[in-house]
């Protein structure tokens, strides 16, 4: 029989017993959407973690230290020179070497220093701390008052909440003003006119202030890279903080050096473009003799946990498709027993058991079918009935809205090819029975 | 000399045999019959005879238990069930006593079905349902279900039916036991017409005056054998 014809006997099939039909075309319907709607929470869920661990930095970096000096003293003696070297300083031109590396987008010190803030005749002791570009993706900026810096350099910074509380108890209207920040910059010495060297031996420390303006004020502080400690309250555009030559702990090692006035860092942070690239990176920068440290396992192990946790969530989705298709065992069997006589009728007028058994298949199919897309619709809509509901739950605790469920593209298909085969494999038993069926057994049946 | 008629069925020594708990039923019993082409032959025999299982046989709806039975030179016997299902489409017509339309379906649905099932073209079938419906003269009753007409109505269509794939045999079980003598002979009459454009027609009856009245050869069956043949109007 043609395609057509076999559609058009199965529809009229499918309407003839419409109720029996429709309630095994529901229960299709809530399997589906049950095992929809168990996937796009979990989904929803790892994406949500996924996105919100990318934005604190932490998966896409690489946290750089120069190697301590014991440990370069093990490395000599285990290559035989009996003789200590000194660790490889994190200076200008390592930061440049890292910068060169393949796939690496940033390289940035922490900067992280004691200041005092002069605002509206009052004096505040806080950290500040130097804020990168990319920094701008952070989930800390999400919901931010105000914007980010108008530029890498600006003489603009941004506060923290607290902060910001105790400028003022109207933290918003701070944002336009401009504060004082008085920090101890590290001054050259000038050189020793006794001395052969022509670089400064020292260095003094100075107070010194900066006029900024606050552009913005945040709930959180960035992560800013793995190694930061303590939290900086308020926040500079990181070449500016880079400007001011603030006194850091590592000038006194930079004074015990022989070149001390080649600045060096304490730790340096390498962003790279894509999370599964930080390994190469990391390698590469441990081999030019640096300690390098990332969170990559630990965003493996979160990857393993969310698909375990799809699996299982996906399985008892599946239960529910499995009753289902007990209704469509079910119900072809019962539309067997009762269309006997008209199967016997059809071979009679020259219907094969081929015909027979697709006649049954296709009703199987077309359930399957309309109950699959009407499953992912009623599945979608349960999603964002727990987004919409959360979303509520949130907003009553004055916390940004979120996305717990997501039906990618990839799920609609998958979900309503699942239910036509799970629907055709349900056919398979009714339909080979109906196909078997002798024709004289089936023409005698009342 | 004339070439002689065609052999349109032929049964060589078949059987056909059912378990019926303890007892081997032997509902056909070694038959050996010829049907030439555009015969009218009456297969007459009292309830359990086996008349209608020789003409399921025939139809290739069962398979015998021994023996041959040919339609049109093909051994039906050997015939895989998806071959006798084209036999069944293609060179036989088959009527119940108890019609067997699909209620559902309206007139002109139930005689389109084995075209369907042919897969003849959508043109074609509507001008084939056309005539095969006019022929048996229900055109005015095109989209009426079976439950919207009477007995005679309800075998015309039947008829129509098994005439729409222009076989070349056609089978008839019990055409008028469910019918009043007038229309019963308005059937026969019917069944009279189509034989004289060549379709061979086999039908099964328990009506004797009505078997000599309209068919040309009279087969008598009893328990599963032939016992007499070649008795005419």
Known sequence: MKGRDLAELAGRNLREAFLRNSLTTIGICVGVASLVAMLSLGVGLQDLAADRLARTGLFDAIFVTPRSAAAAYRGTVGAGSGSAQPPKPLDEQARHQMATLPNVVEVYPDIRFPIEIHYAGNSYATVAAGVAPSARKDGAFDGMRGSFFSSPDAAETILQIDLARQLSDNPDALVGRELTLRYAEREPLPPDPASSKSAPDGFSIVPKDKDLRIVGIVETEPAGGIGSLGRGRLLLPLQLAETLRTARANDLRDLLRDSPSQHSYESLTVRVNDPPRVKAVEDSIKQMGFTAFSLLDASKSLSLVFTVFDLFLGIFGSLALVVASLGIINTLVMAILERRREIGILKALGASDTDVRSLFFVEAGAMGSLGGVLGVLLGWLIGYGINFGTNVYLKGRNLPSIQVTAVPWWMVVAAIAFSIVVSLAAGIYPASRAARLDPVEALRYE | ?233
């Open chain 2, 1 to 233: 000399m004339t070439n002689p008629t065609p052999i349109a069925i032929r049964s060589d020594r078949v059987s056909r045999h059912y378990q019926m708990g303890e007892a081997l039923v032997h509902a056909v019993d070694d038959v050996s019959i010829e049907i030439r082409a555009g015969e009218f032959i009456a297969l007459l025999g009292s309830s359990g005879s086996g008349k209608s299982t020789l003409l399921n046989l025939m139809a290739g709806l069962d398979r015998p238990t021994s023996g041959r039975i040919f339609a049109e030179g093909r051994n039906l016997a050997e015939m895989r069930s998806e071959e006798l299902a084209k036999h069944r489409s293609h060179t036989i017509g088959i009527v119940f006593q108890a019609f067997n339309l699909l209620p559902r379906m309206t007139l002109e649905e139930n005689v389109e079905l084995p075209l369907r099932l042919a897969e003849v073209d959508r043109e074609e079938r509507r001008a084939r349902v056309r005539e095969a419906i006019e022929r048996v003269r229900l055109t005015a009753r095109l989209t009426h279900r079976p439950s919207e007409l009477s007995g005679g109505e309800q075998q015309r269509t039947a008829l129509a039916r098994a005439l729409v794939n222009r076989p070349s045999i056609l089978l008839a079980d019990e055409p008028t036991g469910n019918l009043d003598s007038v229309t019963g002979d308005q059937i026969l009459r019917l069944l009279q017409e189509i034989n004289e454009t060549g379709v061979t027609i086999v039908m099964v009856t328990h009506e004797r005056p009505r078997a000599a009245s309209f068919s040309r050869r009279i087969v008598v069956m009893s328990d599963g054998k032939i016992t007499s043949d070649g008795g005419s109007a």
